[in-house]
């Protein structure tokens, strides 16, 4: 009799941790899927910011095309524009900077 009473009192025991076992494993399961859902939606604020910028380098790179097809590859064109963006000159040319400013 006592010994079915331990069998019992044993097999109780058994289906307690293993109960607790399994909701330790359904809640940890459950943080790492709201972590997930969190990391997602982070990357995806990421991702939108990304795809804005890359339209906004787009459209600068499709007026710098407009510019160079109705500009054309002269070479006039190509000194103006080291002059203005690289601050270069000729050979032989001065260039003079206003401390004023403009």
Same mark, same amino acid.
């Given at each position: ?5 331990? +069998? ?8 307690? !941790? !293993?109960?607790?076992?399994? !909701? ?18 982070? +990357?995806?604020?990421?991702? +939108?910011?990304? +795809? ?51």
């Amino acid at each position: 009799m006592r010994e079915i009473k331990a +069998q019992k009192k044993q097999k109780s025991t058994r289906n307690l !941790l !293993l109960g607790l076992a399994i !909701l330790v494993f359904c809640l940890y399961m459950l943080a790492a899927v709201v972590n997930q859902q969190m990391q997602i939606r982070s +990357q995806k604020a990421k991702l +939108q910011s990304i +795809q804005s910028e890359i339209q906004v380098q787009e459209i600068k790179n499709s007026d710098i095309r407009h510019e160079l097809a109705s500009e054309g590859q002269s070479s006039e064109y190509i000194a103006r524009m080291a002059r203005e963006s690289l601050n270069m000159a000729k050979t032989g040319e001065r260039i003079f900077i206003c401390p004023g400013g403009d």
